[in-house]
């Protein structure tokens, strides 16, 4: 069971190693590589935590794939912070939606963050697949594969805004304000039923955040395809906060029932 705990670290030196060469095409700042690292670090530690708690006895070929995922997303974090800051290019921070596309250094960096991202999101339809093929599904995967997807979300909402607008970030939180959420209501935190619609959208909402990401599109088509995705997010996440809320008036009202049925009647007056 310890060497399984270590496996997913090699991961995170894989990640380091991308990092370094990543470093030789684009200029990353050290803001960049340690959050790029940090991602890493991060992911990998909680994920140890949970393959310690569950005890398991071997990684699997499936969270292999989910961890290669994971590892691309720690890359497209730092090329993203790298972005922002203006590192991989000029400054776009100010520029108008409607201004032309940057070429040059600034292409070339935008065209290896797709591709790094396009893996990712192609990844994400393998792990799944794998697991199932292997019978080797488990809570602790899905709840990995869950998080590597919205994190990586987030990263693409913080590269697209940029080019829509802040509030593309609003794709991004609304994974983290659902957990939030939980935490401040109880009736949030009840088991959702398995929803393949979830999968859908994630992977829509990412292929069209990469879109934007990519610059092919003209300015206003990139703010509606971006407004789409918040929809289609808005849509996924309201029906399950829905469900959540008919479970529990449900729940009320049947302890209200079973109050109801043991308390003894007053006694009658004659």
Known sequence: MEKVQWIP???VAAGGVGLVAIGVVVPLSPTAVTLGLAYLVVSTLLLTVGLRRRRAQRFGAANAVTATRSMLVGLVTALTIAAVEGAAGPALLEAPLDAPAASGGAVGSTVL???LVACALALDGVDGYVARRTASESELG????????????LVLCIYD???????VLAI???RYAFVVAGGLLPWMRHTLPPRYWRKVVTAVCGIALTV???QVLAPPANVAVALAALLLMLESFGRDVAWL??????????VSLEKASTTSPPPESR
């Open 9 to 11: 670290w090699w991961w």
């Open 113 to 115: 963050f797709v591709t």
């Open 142 to 153: 899905a709840r990995f594969d869950m998080e590597v997807d919205a994190f990586l979300l």
């Open 161 to 167: 805004v940029r080019y829509v607008g802040w509030w």
């Open 172 to 174: 991004g939180l609304m």
């Open 212 to 214: 934007v990401a990519a």
């Open 245 to 254: 809320v008919r479970l529990n008036l449900s729940a009320r009202a049947l």
